[in-house]
């Protein structure tokens, strides 16, 4: 389309083909596809293969059409047969008569849904998709009232857990290929293919009887690919079916042939009330649909945005949502007496908190990063406003003083960037600590779609080369844990020149993840870098709340819309808005420092968000300073260990009971209404009746007052806090049994927005551990065994996987189950562990 | 007035003559009912009375409900009932057609996964909650029309009010038909060897005696094994008799 469009400036005179849908007139850009065409005539072709986002297959011959077309004489011929309208694209001249027009384009529909109708079983009272099932609606639209088939329709055993998620009932399959194709272009997961010819053709995955293969042959060698925790059907590539995307296949399914085991038998479709949302679980943005019925979410659906995730979302946004209506949820505050929590009234609990908060000597604010933008100005506001201070940070992870400059000069108040638009068209993206597949699922989504369909070349700075990068055909620059500003200065620098060339390209990207932050220098690095080759930078985190947060201003040295604390002018700006006299001037401290002086004694109370212990790069010390602290506000959806350490608890809704605004990583604002019913306030009003309580004034108590503020306050056009230039820190010294520790999240882990959804579960990748051939034989250990990976400490024992790490390295996942890394170890990215052949022999995986 | 309409549809072509604009003179009032004679005039009232009187031996009409059973015909509209195949699974599969059938929002139902622990219908589902809100039930009977399975019938009994709302909010176990004789309440297995086709087609007359020794050992003190325990035992013999 970018080819097109850079041939001509008024592609649609000149391009255009004009032919006639039905008589009626139309001009289309080349190579529209006749479907396409009609579909914009408002003309509707029964279908099933067709997808707009897949290619076209002409798999189920629905939507055939009786096609006149100029021959070589230039008279108008009849085509002898109906033509399949989504593989045709359209011709000058055209003439084409669809069932409204045409009795043998309707004649062909009513055969081929005869045809297709034979061997689908009839039982949509009993299937998930009765009711939304396009099968159905097309066979009422363009089918016969009543079948002539008096024999007896082919039957298979049902159904086929293609993974604890996944399942298959082959006999509703009408062979579209919607699903197969969609694995092959769009996620690049081998899944089930079709089997066997004609009347036996079936959908299936790798079956030795059916394929013909030597059922003696040996059992395919598991370890070192990455299979799922849980039970699991083997994929046509003959490995233990794992995708986190597998959910759009059930969505995109034409019939009820693929259904999750999560929504299975739960409701119908009409009993459900629909609800658009923005996905919780990533900084995307991802449009999703929840639905409901009586206050209970039964089911997430990929919403549609062309601009953002177009259909697809990541099995995690689909079905990780029964958090929100845990047993564990906080229904009323509770207030600590006696050593207890009990429940309390809102004006108790809130009068015990002020008082609480008037009395500390100091308070520091810990939002996390699960807020939404309205949720994080409140913060931001209130820490300033109510408790005069800057000590609040919503990083819930490790992170920096190089981050905060980094994000104060590159991101806040930056507005719509980056987008995923940008990178379809992008010539080299970089990717520089971020795992698109585990880090940001639609992310990776659309590089791997830039990446074979365009001409995007994905190079990535990580430790060994992933199996998300392989799949996006990407390169593989080796960077050990903590050299990462030492290889983005030789991109810089030349040294390696081709990955140079291809960033000074026009239209080059980097995205940086939030990892970047452990690694001194690194983010100075890629500064450095995107200042030489004129690259576009965006800072991709993995929640959904910290671009929102950065831009709202719950950083120690920003305020809202990017502004300086440091600046008197920035706050001279806010106070104004805020109709203060002054704000507090002097710098905050970060999470670790807010910890630290909690810990000490120096700050008297803590108010904590959603922060989950467990993130934190030393949970330990984390609980420690929250035992210590004096005095211990939480705002939280579902009980936490840092509600057991409270002394009030506010209960706030989650996002699904709360209308709110997420700010993707591009910088688009992605607002989204309240589904369910609820008495749950969202963080800014409880955080609103708090400063009242405190006697001050937020004004945060409405969506609409935020917003007004936030409109009123926009981005900072002052200057900006410069450039950090942090100089990487030394190699560290590694003696033999020595590793130094590489880990990221994995999409799922054993985070909390996953709890109480054990079919999601299942499809998590089983833990190991991975480390080089050399590595592994230094500690005289082979593939399969278990490994012993400790600091001083704790240890994680789990099976070894001999990938293309360099030497001296040790890859571990950050929190799956049996592997905390940050709780057990207290260890990030970078440091040095201790590896050895597992002395008890048991792997804990 | 009516004469005049008469005369305008009766125009030819069916067109309305338009030319007669003017308005006709009204018309006295005259009655309808055709003239008696003096002689009927003066009988009339005795007639009256010859109602009265035939009706004082012809057979009494009043029913004594709820003294005596009130009677109604078969295929009166009643209270609902959800059936049960002659092995005592349920036919109820959860499909919520009924519910989406309901004009008055009257039936909830909700459904859930059959395991092999916890078999209550034949096939993959059954439904785990069935409600019949009859302060909304219209006694339509469309549910009963659209039910795929026939589980849900109306039975006769029209005797519901009650003290509460919640009350009158019936529950899976109050519509459930009561267990015939023989028959093995559900939970247990299909019948070894039959699909939910078959059930349907009615080839499942009795409980096996694989089902009662299931639910023999599952649950040891179900009342509905003694029954069930002899009917199958008579049901294998007729099978083999019959072979």
Known sequence: ?845 | MADNSIEKKAGPGGEVQRSGREVAAPQPYQSLIPKRSPLEDALGPAAGFGVTIKNFFSKTVTEQYPREPARVKPRFHGRHQLNRYPDGLEKCIGCELCAWACPADAIYVEAADNTADQQFSPGERYGRVYQINYLRCIFCGLCIEACPTRALTMTNEFELAGPTREGLIYEKQDLLAPMTDGMLAAPHPMVEGTTDTDYYRGEVTAPTPAQVDWVGEHRPDDPSLTGARSRAGAAANQGQETR
């Open chain 1, 1 to 845: 389309m970018t080819v097109t469009a850079s041939k001509s400036a008024t592609p649609a005179v000149q391009d255009g083909v004009t032919f006639s849908i039905d008589g009626i007139e139309t001009t289309v850009p080349k190579g529209t596809l006749v479907i396409r065409a009609a579909e914009q005539l408002g003309i509707q072709i029964p279908r099933f293969c067709d997808h707009p986002l897949l290619a076209p297959a002409g798999a189920c011959r629905q939507c055939l059409v009786e096609v006149w077309a100029p021959g070589r004489d230039g008279n108008l011929a009849k085509m002898p047969k109906p033509q399949a309208s989504c593989t045709l694209t359209a011709t000058p001249g055209m003439e084409v008569r669809t069932q409204r027009t045409s009795a043998e384009a309707d004649k062909a529909q009513h055969g081929v849904m005869e045809l297709l109708l034979i061997n689908h079983p009839l039982d949509c009272p009993v299937c998930d998709k009765g009711g939304e099932c396009p099968l159905q609606n097309q066979a009422m639209s363009n089918g016969r009232g009543s079948t002539r088939f008096v024999d007896i329709k082919r039957t298979f055993p049902k159904p086929i857990a293609v993974s604890t998620q996944i399942l298959l009932d082959r006999e509703r399959c009408i062979l579209c290929q919607r699903c197969t194709r969609f694995s092959r272009e769009i996620a690049g997961d081998p899944f089930i293919d079709l089997q066997k010819r004609g009347a036996m053709q079936q959908i299936g995955r790798f079956d030795a009887e059916i394929l013909g293969f030597d059922d003696t042959a040996p059992e395919p060698v598991l370890l070192g690919t990455e299979i799922p925790v849980g039970p699991a059907e083997i994929d046509e590539d003959g490995e233990a079916f794992a995708s986190y995307f597998s959910g759009n296949t059930v969505q995109i399914c034409p019939v009820g042939a693929l259904t999750s085991a999560a929504y299975r038998f739960r409701a119908r479709p009409f009993d459900l009330v629909s609800t658009p949302g923005v996905s919780e679980h990533d900084s995307n943005g991802s449009a999703i649909r929840v639905d409901h019925r009586r206050g209970v979410v039964l089911r997430r659906l990929s919403g549609e945005d062309a601009e953002v995730n177009e259909e697809w979302i990541s099995d995690k946004d689909r079905f990780g949502f029964a958090w929100q209506s845990a047993a564990d949820r906080i229904t009323s505050p509770l207030v600590r007496e006696d050593g207890e929590l009990r429940p309390a009234s809102w004006a108790e609990a809130l009068e015990v908190a002020a008082h609480g908060l008037e009395q500390a000597s100091g308070v520091g604010v810990l939002p996390g990063g699960r807020v939404t933008l309205e949720d994080a100005y409140a913060y931001g506001k209130f820490a300033r406003l109510a408790l005069g201070t800057n000590d609040v940070d919503h990083r819930a992870r490790p992170h920096s003083a190089e981050e905060s400059d980094f994000l104060a000069h590159a991101v806040a108040g930056t507005g719509l960037g980056v987008t995923f638009t940008d990178l379809e068209h992008a010539p080299a993206v970089l990717l520089a600590g971020l795992e698109a597949e585990e880090e940001a699922g639609v992310l990776y989504l659309r590089l791997r779609k830039a990446a074979t369909k365009g001409r995007t070349r994905v190079l990535a700075v990580a430790p060994f080369a992933s199996r998300g990068l392989e799949r996006m055909n990407g390169t593989l620059i080796a960077a050990a844990p903590g050299t990462e500003p030492e290889v983005l200065d030789a991109i810089t620098k030349g040294k390696l020149s081709e990955p140079n060339e291809q960033l000074s390209a026009e239209g080059a990207v980097i995205l940086v993840g939030e990892r970047l932050a452990a690694v001194p220098g690194a983010l100075s690095a890629v500064l450095r870098l995107a200042d030489r080759t004129g690259a576009r930078l965006a800072w991709v985190p993995r929640r959904a709340g910290e671009r929102g947060a950065v831009d709202a201003g719950v950083l120690p040295g920003l305020l809202p819309g990017g502004r300086p604390v440091a600046d008197p002018a920035a706050r001279v700006d806010v106070a104004a808005a805020w109709e203060v006299e002054h704000l507090p001037a002097e710098p905050g401290r970060d999470l670790d420092g807010i910890i630290a002086a909690a810990a000490s004694g120096d700050l008297g109370a803590l108010v904590v968000g959603g922060v989950d212990l467990r993130d934190l790069a030393d949970p330990a010390a984390a609980r420690a300073a929250l035992d210590a602290v004096g005095f211990l506000v939480s705002l939280e959806v579902r009980s936490s260990e840092v509600t057991e350490r409270a002394d009030v608890v506010l209960p706030v809704a989650p996002p699904v009971e709360k209308p709110g605004t997420f700010v993707s990583w591009e910088g688009r604002r992605r607002p989204f209404p309240q589904a369910l019913t609820s008495t749950a306030m969202p963080d800014h009003r409880v955080l609103d009746a708090l400063a009242d309580e405190l006697g001050v004034t937020l004004g945060t108590r409405t969506m609409a007052a935020v917003h007004a503020e936030l409109d009123a306050l926009g981005s900072w056009d002052g200057s900006r806090i410069g450039a950090p230039a942090v100089s990487a820190g030394p190699a560290p010294a590694i003696d033999a049994g020595q590793a130094v520790l590489a880990t990221w999240h994995l999409l799922l882990d054993t985070g909390r927005l996953q709890d109480g959804e054990p079919f999601l579960a299942g499809t998590a990748k089983r833990p190991v551990a991975r480390a080089s051939a050399a590595t592994a034989a230094g500690i005289g250990l082979t593939a399969g065994q278990p490994v012993e990976v400790s600091t001083d400490a704790g240890a994680i024992v789990l099976p070894l996987v001999i990938d293309d790490l360099p030497d001296h390295v040790i890859w571990l996942p950050t929190a799956a189950p049996g592997c905390q890394v940050r709780d057990t170890l207290h260890a990030v990215a970078g440091d040095v562990v201790r590896i050895a052949a597992a002395t008890t022999g048991e792997v804990t995986a």
